[in-house]
């Protein structure tokens, strides 16, 4: 099943989630170090990680659910996608919870609380990518429905471009 947004050739969800990833893990990292070393630069630096992680979070959802709204009703794939979608929106929630603890912090210091949320979010965050994994590599969601290992490029819907290339 093709996904229903794509950029040259490829989809959009995909491509968008490394970047909150990457942000709010590397925030629970420096939250992590902060707790260790007491540097306020730290604590900083995973205040605005997580900024921008929830930004882009929001951002890969919207291109998510127009993917889930073309999956066919009552298959697995459905329903795993609806638990992926649902159980990453509990994980920009528990990493909301841990920004907006640190609102009115010096250096935006996390203490405890805010590092469990995200230390929570980021624990769901595995279970949700996993099953990201699942729809694409069990079952195919957004894959092309002329995928193969000769197929040839993205970019070229019209012969034009070498499928060796």
């Known amino acids: 099943m093709e996904s229903r947004v794509?950029?040259?050739?490829?989809p959009v969800h995909p491509m968008l989630i490394v970047f909150p990833l990457g942000l709010l893990s590397t925030a629970v990292v420096f939250d992590m170090l902060y707790l260790v070393t007491d540097n306020g630069d730290l604590a900083t630096f995973s205040f605005?990680?997580?900024a921008a992680g929830l930004v882009g979070g929001l951002l890969a959802a919207v291109f998510g659910l127009i993917d889930w709204l073309g999956i066919p009703k009552a298959t697995r794939a459905k329903r795993i996608g609806a638990f992926h979608g649902v159980g990453n929106l509990v994980v920009v929630t528990l990493f909301l919870i841990?920004?907006?603890?640190?609102?009115?912090r010096a250096e935006y210091q996390p203490d405890l609380l805010p590092f469990v949320f995200a230390l929570a979010g980021?624990?769901?965050a595995l279970v949700t990518a996993w099953l990201g994994g699942e729809l694409v590599y069990r079952l195919?969601?957004?894959?092309?429905d002329d995928a193969n290992l000769d197929?040839?490029?993205?970019?070229?819907?019209?012969?034009?471009?070498?499928?060796?290339s």
């Not at 841990?98 to 009115?104: A, E, P, Q, V």
């Not at 993205?154 to 034009?160: E, K, Y």
């Open 48 to 50: 605005w990680a997580l």
């Open 151 to 164: 197929a040839g490029s993205s970019l070229d819907r019209d012969g034009l471009v070498d499928a060796r």
């Open 122 to 124: 980021a624990a769901l």
């Open 98 to 104: 841990s920004f907006l603890l640190r609102l009115n």
């Open 6 to 10: 794509k950029l040259l050739g490829h």
């Open 140 to 144: 195919r969601v957004a894959v092309d």
